[in-house]
T-cell receptor
Framework: AQKVTQAQTEISVVEKEDVTLDCVYE???????LFWYKQPPSGELVFLIR??????QNEISGRYSWNFQKSTSSFNFTITASQVVDSAVYFC?????????????FGQGTTLQVKP | EPEVTQTPSHQVTQMGQEVILRCVPI?????FYWYRQILGQKVEFLVS????????KSEIFDDQFSVERPDGSNFTLKIRSTKLEDSAMYFC???????????FGPGTRLLVL
């Protein structure tokens, strides 16, 4: 069965600190896709990154970086030098290739509060 | 930049009433989805739609729910007889294929009284 676990419910940091959001997933499919979405206080879901299961290269985009490790079924997200505008709920999500329906399974989300 | 749009942004209805939530997906996308998020909880998959039919639906998507693509641009979610527990934010999303990134609309907040 597919499952995404974000064990950290809430994280609070002070601006300029680095913060890592954890994501662990379960799937029996050998081909799958992992995503991170940001949900700011305004409520919309903003796409951050998509990773397929065959691409374990870490990725950096500005202050954001992602560490994908198949051996531990983890896809962690790090924000470097956090800013108040990073305050949001962050969701990790999984989509399996089998059936190709695109269904996204979301984790519970991690609420990040960045204090000035 | 193309985006998914949803109307209305908010809807208040009485229990037992029918509601229709509307979405306009990104124009070259072929896969459409509805998700819901009960306040403070995670986002839950409801249904995926491709080639004018449902490709997958969750346990939540019971007989009270239906989806339709009435024309070339709109994608609707109908709840026939709303219950209190249907109160949630409903998100529409679209993607080029089942494997590609889903882009979400801003959501419709539904409140059932």
């Amino acid at each position: 069965a597919q499952k995404v676990t974000q064990a950290q419910t809430e994280i609070s940091v002070v601006e300029k600190e680095d913060v890592t959001l954890d994501c662990v997933y379960e799937t029996r499919d050998t081909t799958y896709y992992l995503f991170w979405y940001k949900q700011p206080p305004s409520g919309e879901l903003v796409f951050l990154i998509r990773r397929n299961s065959f691409d374990e290269q870490n990725e950096i985009s500005g202050r954001y970086s992602w560490n994908f490790q198949k051996s531990t079924s983890s896809f962690n997200f790090t924000i470097t030098a956090s800013q108040v505008v990073d305050s949001a709920v962050y969701f990790c999500a999984l989509s399996e290739a089998m059936g190709n329906t695109g269904k996204l399974i979301f984790g519970q989300g991690t609420t990040l509060q960045v204090k000035p | 930049e193309p985006e998914v749009t949803q109307t209305p942004s908010h809807q208040v209805t009485q229990m037992g009433q029918e509601v229709i939530l509307r979405c306009v997906p990104i124009s070259n996308h072929l896969y459409f989805y509805w998700y819901r998020q009960i306040l403070g909880q995670k986002v839950e998959f409801l249904v995926s739609f491709y080639n004018n039919e449902i490709s997958e639906k969750s346990e939540i998507f019971d007989d009270q729910f239906s989806v339709e693509r009435p024309d070339g641009s709109n994608f609707t979610l109908k709840i026939r007889s709303t219950k209190l527990e249907d109160s949630a934010m409903y998100f529409c999303a679209s993607s080029e294929s089942g494997a590609e990134t889903q882009y979400f609309g801003p959501g419709t907040r539904l409140l059932v009284l």
